[in-house]
């Protein structure tokens, strides 16, 4: 049982080059979300989703896009990375709404 | 809207002293209540919990009890240890939903 993992755990990109991050889940849990986390700001919530098939946005959307074919998989998208977008990335997961979520070990992510 | 307030930090205090982090929060009908510990270069870990008014959550030595009346759930600790440093955050998700809010995060240091 391997909880959360998110790949890579570094990656530092020029503006406007696009990636992927990666995260999956051994647990079967229905619920995962993206969060940024920055200085002085907390976590804050990028994209979240209920269930295979379903995706939705949080507080802080722009420049991110996600999909979620698998109960285990939800990548999170940068098409077009911009300075803006350093930060350190988590992704979450949650099997009940009481639950408040298994963390991953984080992205951190610099654009230059 | 949903919101978390906690104190600022960073706190530093000594081994064995008492702990207090203050958290309040600002949120229509009744959220979970959560506290998160996150160590040095690492993900953030689930220390406690309280689902509903006057609920206890309790872990490794630290309390919060749900305050509906003022709206805080406070973190506390009789006698930290130097292990215990970490930046501390307060988070809440309203009923039925797994999206977390969460406050800025209170980094503590503990001097031996």
């Known amino acids: 049982n391997a909880g959360v993992t998110q790949t890579p755990k570094f990656q530092v990109l020029k503006t406007g080059q696009s990636m992927t991050l990666q995260c999956a889940q051994d647990?079967?849990?229905?619920?995962m979300s993206w969060y940024r986390q920055d200085p002085g700001m907390g976590l804050r919530l990028i994209h979240y989703?209920?269930?295979?098939?379903?995706?939705d946005q949080g507080e802080v959307p722009n420049g991110y896009n996600v999909s979620r074919s698998t109960t285990e998989d939800f990548p999170l998208r940068l098409l077009s990375a911009a300075p803006s977008q350093t930060s350190v990335y988590f992704c979450a997961s949650s099997y009940s709404t009481e639950g408040g979520g298994v963390f991953g070990p984080g992205t951190r992510l610099t654009v230059l | 809207g949903n919101s978390v307030t906690q104190m600022e930090g960073p706190v530093t205090l000594s081994e064995e002293a008492f702990l207090t982090i203050n958290c309040t929060y600002t949120?229509?009908?009744?959220?979970?209540l959560f506290w998160y510990v996150q160590y040095p270069g690492e993900g953030l870990q689930l220390l406690l919990k309280a689902t509903k008014a006057d609920d206890k959550g309790s872990n490794k030595g630290f309390e919060a009890t749900y305050r509906k009346e003022t709206t805080s759930f406070h973190l506390e600790k009789g006698s930290v240890q130097v292990s215990d440093s970490a930046v501390y955050f307060c988070a809440l998700t309203k009923g039925g939903s797994e999206k977390l809010v969460f406050g800025k995060g209170t980094k503590l240091t503990v001097n031996p």
């Open positions: 647990m079967n849990h229905e619920y």
């Open positions: 949120a229509t009908g009744y959220p979970s």
């Open positions: 989703s209920v269930g295979a098939g379903i995706t």
